[in-house]
């Protein structure tokens, strides 16, 4: 079976986003439907269609949720230390060489990546780019919308 790398702290995000859904979401679309119908003809009540077409897409996320949670390969960040190198979880400092401008990005599974928060997926062009590299290795990264080098000012593991 295909595994899917996560943090500690991903994994129970989404175990308790599962359980949310599930126990608290489920209970409030199934009333919101209740009082919907209650309201008369469902043929035009966009208060009935809005609240199916809510539960649609929760128990569409519920069910994807599920089929995740026994994919996940859960990695104990904690332990790692990479040796100096660029691994899952390191949280990593690039400096761009045209610009000058630095980011830094922590490597984490897919499933919890956000780059506004600075977390992106191990999979994405970026992290696979820098994986097994150290501090002042210069790496080159294929993005869809064209190349992009940078150099690894630091790696941590936070």
């Known amino acids: 079976m295909f595994r899917i790398p996560i943090t500690r ?14 126990t608290v979401e489920r209970k409030k679309v199934v009333n919101d439907i209740k009082e ?8 035009e009540n966009a208060e009935y269609d809005a609240a199916k077409q809510k539960q ?12 995740k949670m026994p994919k996940f390969e859960v990695i104990d960040i ?3 230390q990479g040796n100096g190198k660029v ?3 390191a949280t990593v400092e690039i400096e761009n060489i045209d ?7 922590k490597i984490v599974g897919p499933d919890e990546s956000d780059i506004s928060d600075g977390r992106i997926s191990v999979m ?18 294929k993005a869809p919308d064209g190349e992009y080098e940078y150099e690894i000012i630091s790696v941590e593991f936070l």
Do not use: C
């Open 87 to 89: 691994v899952f979880g």
């Open 36 to 43: 919907a119908r209650s309201h008369g003809d469902l043929s």
């Open 78 to 80: 904690s332990n790692v």
């Open 124 to 141: 994405s062009p970026i992290a696979r780019a820098m994986i097994n590299k150290e501090v002042g290795d210069e790496v080159l990264v």
């Open 99 to 105: 610009t000058l401008k630095r980011r830094k990005y």
């Open 56 to 67: 649609g897409l929760m128990e569409a996320k519920i069910s994807d949720l599920e089929s």
């Open 9 to 22: 702290d991903g994994y129970n995000k989404i175990r308790d986003e599962l359980k949310r859904l599930k």
